[in-house]
């Protein structure tokens, strides 16, 4: 089992900048693809983003956000600059044991409560 708790969401403005928290606990010993989700207010939930070895971003993230993993905390950071507001939404964490094999919500197992991200104009 592992357990993961994001934190650092909040207001900002368009083009600012935001850095998220997924702390992995519990059963850490094994290598897991983590990923990072976000579903805004009427729509589907959204995979962002991955990262086992070597990330992988959609589109409309690449460039603008940037995983960071601290394997010594079980901590893995979501760098979030020039924010629009299209990125507001509820950001989850998600983990999967082993190699990552898509970016669909079916392929985790594991969920944070999620952190919230508003962006204004």
């Known amino acids: 089992q592992v357990q993961l708790v994001e934190s650092g969401g909040g207001s900002v403005q368009a083009g600012g900048s935001l850095k998220l928290s997924c702390v992995a606990s519990g059963d850490t010993a094994t290598r897991r693809c983590m990923a990072w989700f976000r579903q805004a207010p009427g729509t589907e939930r959204e995979g962002i983003g991955l990262?086992?070895?070597?990330?992988y971003y959609i589109n409309s993230v690449r460039g603008r956000f940037n995983f960071v993993q601290d394997d010594d905390e079980n901590t893995l950071y979501l760098q979030m600059d020039s924010l629009k507001p299209e990125d507001t939404g509820m950001y989850y964490c998600a983990a999967r044991v082993g190699h990552c094999v898509s970016l669909f919500e079916r392929d985790f197992t594991y969920w944070g409560q999620g952190t919230q991200v508003t962006v204004s104009t």
């Open positions: 990262i086992y070895t070597s990330p």
